[in-house]
């Protein structure tokens, strides 16, 4: 290594381990025990480990439950997700139809709208449609986003119209043509989709916290919220332990699937 | 008969648009709608409950609960806080994402492993890094004080304070952010053709001027970009606020968005948060209009 590129190695060192460190602080706290929690200076390191946190919060947390709603929500919805806004995305690519130009203007103007202004309304229509206090209630209404129109939109525009019009001179219907030429064509995109919307789903807070209302419909981050405000009983110790089981599916989502993650949030970016 | 044909286009786009069509219209479009509608209207909570879907029951108010809302001092208060807010979090994201940027687009040792280290808090939810930031700004015990008494200083009890809590939840969202708009700048830094800095090169210019006349202008551009995403997310601090502080202490942590949602699940006062809902919203709209008028102007 050249000795002039000492200097910058370091500097992006040293901020990678500052980056890093609430997480490594998270975890080592997490294995602590009750009493070695409350000392202050903390110790840095656990002095024993207490694995038995982790089974413990489990069983607070109501894991079982808690991730399986989780699940519940994020897998519809992200398969909605990709099957309507690549549908949406073709007709928007590679037809014609009344009101188009329109509908995309609109479009392109709620990308502004504060999802606080979103809220309220939300809240009655899906009380309203029956939905509250239901996980439906968090699926429905976010099946289509207008991020994965313009997203999938983006890739179908490089599909070749020969392509195509190929098809159907063989006789490919419309909707054949899209299922066995364009989906399979979008495979990187959709990948890429399906990571980006799986997280955000994983990770809502604010709607799981106004839709529901049975602890038994809770999803992860909802109870964990919850938890760590309504219990002063239960010691820092477990809530990070809580708080690891409730981001260890994402990360291990993230680190698996690191490249099409990142291509992803960029082609997403450069629009936004 | 052909000119309707024409007109119509291909009637499988329809199937194709329909989910999407009828989502976005009930759950986006509507909900658009109904706030502005509910911002001029004193709707009663028992009314709306007996009210059908596209019923927005109530005696019409006109401005009211606009003017209501600017005479607001909490409203007012919590745009101030907002804009203290703002004021910590979008200059710190922006340089550290522009430096940590220019830092790893250079071949260093390691630096494909640090770029995922330092794009890792944009994944975590934003519960669990509040939780986190809580815990690391403990008054008591936290290792953020541990660290400040190791070199003299005796830390405030952060999240109690009403000078530092804010600072906190802002520097919270820095470290979930970086990462991300460092992401930002170095896909503009690797679309800039290397033959520029090859010319540069033959031309004989400096380190520096390289950086001037070449790097400079691309990281003004994309700066105008992510500092208008940067700002209309400081328009919508929620969660943080939820969790770290729950608006305290004395209101000093109470932004937009978290009174809006007070007024609306906790007081149901249904108008008046949907008129600060729509004032949010035109603030929103002005910083839009602004930063297109000043792309146009920069690029044309």
Known sequence: MHAKKLLPTIVMWVFGVLFFLPVYWLVASSLKSDAEITRFPPTFWPETMVWKNYPEIWDLLKFNVTSLNSLTVAVPTVLLTVLFSSMAGYAFSKKRFLGKDAMFVVLIATMTVPPTVLLLPLYFIITKLGMFDTLLGLILPFSVTVFAIFFTKQSIDDIPNEMLEAAKVDGSGDFRTFFQIVIPLLRPTLTALIIIDFVQNWNSFTMPLVLLQSESNFTLPLKLALM??????????????????????????????????VAGLMAGAVKG | MSYIRRKLGDLSAYAFILPAFLILGLFLVYPVIWSVVASFKDIKPMALQQAGLF???????????????????????????????????????MLGSVLLALLVNQKLAGVNFVR??????????????????????????????????????????????????????????????IGYFMLIYLSGLQSIP????????????????????????????????VMILLLISSLNVFQEVYIMTGGGPADSTTTVPFLIFNRAFKYYEIGPAAAMSYILFVIVIIITIIQKKLVDKRLG
């Open chain 1, 228 to 261: 760590a405000q309504e219990s002063v009983s239960i010691p820092w110790s477990k809530i990070l332990a809580a708080n690891v089981l409730t981001l260890l599916p994402v990360l291990i989502l993230f680190i698996a699937m690191q490249k099409q993650f």
């Open chain 2, 55 to 93: 019923e927005i029951p109530g005696k019409i108010v006109g401005f009211d609960y606009y003017a209501d809302a600017l005479q607001n001092p909490l409203f007012l208060k919590a745009l101030v806080n907002t804009l203290y807010f703002g004021i910590i979090f979008v200059p710190i994201t």
């Open chain 2, 116 to 177: 995922t280290v330092f794009f890792i808090p944009y994944i975590i939810s934003v519960v669990s890094a509040s939780l986190i930031f809580v815990f690391l700004f403990n008054g008591d015990r936290g290792l953020v004080n541990a660290l400040l008494s190791n070199i003299g200083i005796e830390g405030p009890n952060w999240l109690a304070s009403s000078v530092w809590a804010m600072p906190v939840i802002a520097i919270m969202t820095c470290w979930r952010n």
């Open chain 2, 194 to 225: 290397t033959d520029l800095y090859e010319v540069a090169d033959v031309e004989g210019a400096s380190k520096f001027e390289k950086f001037r006349y070449v790097t400079w202008p691309l990281l003004g551009r994309v700066s105008l970009v």
